[in-house]
């Protein structure tokens, strides 16, 4: 599986970004498409989840900011990211498993989000 992030960006405290994911290479139906962000220093942490039959969870700390979302023609995962805070700065990285698996693939590279305050 190749998983490509796109659309990180430099955005004051307050604004808004959509992070896109472009998965290819998936050949499982029952997947589990995941966002995940690491800052410097820190563990990488889990951002939000979207599952093949829609269902979505959300980290605490962004519930009803961020909104995650699947276009399954363009095979593409989103991340709409809104009221932006500093501390959200972070390498975002989109990740794919199988449902019955625990291991996420991350495969690709991640996209920097900077949040200025």
């Known amino acids: 599986v190749q998983l490509q992030a796109s659309g990180g960006g430099l955005v004051q405290a307050g604004g808004s970004l959509t992070l896109s994911c472009e998965v290819s290479?998936?050949?499982?139906?029952?997947?589990?498409m995941g966002w995940f962000r690491q800052a410097p220093g820190l563990e990488r942490e889990f951002v939000a989840h979207i599952t093949w039959s829609g269902a979505t969870v959300y980290e605490d700390s962004v519930k009803g900011r961020f909104i995650i979302s699947e276009d399954n023609a363009k095979n593409t995962v989103y991340l709409q990211m809104n009221s932006l805070k500093p501390e959200d700065t972070a390498v975002y990285y989109c990740a794919v498993r199988e449902v019955g698996t625990m291991s996420y693939n991350f495969g690709g590279q991640g996209t920097q989000v900077t949040v200025s305050s």
């Open positions: 290479g998936r050949t499982f139906r029952h997947y589990v």
